[in-house]
């Protein structure tokens, strides 16, 4: 049966970033504006969380210990029990309007990551890729808000989502190399009749892709054709990302955002809250450590 759990009433400006550490057996994520990092574990207790000088984008375990985190200025080396960061790059310098928004790692241990316009209205971002070696490499440009990224189960194909344009992109993906070519159109929200605007993605042990709806109080489960498969509705009207976790990797976590945007302001008393959803019947795929 169905279940969906508010597992914690964070009241985030900006929940984002879910990932499920399966050697820890912790939930990472973010509130990317209120500048947080937070760890719990599969039914949210044990929070501990830890504060950032600047928007967060994404926070990503390593093979060694510690963390990648994206911050507005670069990334960092993070060591979650000490609240410790070190600047490792800054791989787009000298643009004010940008900032890291969304980023998670290939099968091959590789971070796939990608910047946004703060106003989101203009193709100012960028898409890179950072390495074991810690080099940087440009993948793609002219994205308005990067977001979502996930992998094809044999990790051949990349999707990246540009929320403002309602659209989720799909690229043939080098495994061996970390290269993209092919850039084509996955999911058109507006041409498929699907409200709100995507954000964050993951992609489930059936192949299938699992694309949140913002502004459209939901969840939405496309085919590997990109065809609808399932629509899930969510108790607030802006989920903002989510990873599947827990033991068995069959809890869908969702991020939500509670800080008004544009027209937009939070009716729900749980915006911003962590959710879980139990009883899907799928499971989600366990997601690699940064491997630098």
Wanted: with cysteine; glycine share 14%.
């Amino acid at each position: 049966m169905l279940r969906i759990e508010l597992l914690i009433d964070a009241g985030a400006a900006l929940g984002e970033g879910p990932l499920w550490d399966v050697a820890e057996q912790r939930l990472y994520w973010i509130d990317g504006w209120g500048k947080k990092i937070h760890r719990c574990d599969a039914g949210g207790g044990g929070l501990v969380s830890r504060d950032a000088p600047s928007e967060v984008g994404a926070v990503i375990p390593r093979e060694g210990g510690g963390a990648i985190l994206a911050l507005r200025d670069g990334l960092y080396d993070f060591d979650f029990e000490s609240g410790a960061m070190d600047r490792i790059v800054d791989p787009d310098p000298g643009h004010a309007r940008i900032h890291i928004n969304d980023g998670k790692v290939d099968r091959q241990g590789r971070l796939v990551f990608g910047y946004t316009d703060d106003d989101e209205t203009d193709p100012l971002a960028r898409v890179f890729r950072f390495d074991a070696d810690r080099s940087v490499h440009e993948l793609d440009k002219g994205y308005i808000c990067v977001n979502g990224p996930c992998w094809s189960l044999d990790g051949r194909t990349l999707y990246l989502t540009d929320s403002p344009l309602r659209t989720i992109f799909a690229y043939d993906y080098d495994i061996a190399a970390g290269g993209v070519s092919n850039r084509r159109v996955f999911a058109d929200y507006e041409a498929l009749g699907i409200s709100g605007y995507p954000d964050g993605a993951t992609v489930d042990a059936e192949g299938c892709i699992w694309s949140v709806r913002l502004f459209g109080g939901g969840l939405v489960r496309l085919t590997p054709d990109g065809a609808v498969d399932r629509i899930v509705g969510l108790p607030v009207d802006a989920p903002t990302s989510i990873a599947f976790g827990g033991p068995e990797l069959d809890i869908l976590y969702v991020t939500s955002m509670s800080q008004p945007w544009g027209d937009w302001a939070p009716r729900e008393r749980e915006a911003g809250g962590l959710f879980a959803i139990h009883g899907l019947g799928v499971r989600g795929v366990a997601e690699r450590r940064f491997a630098g």
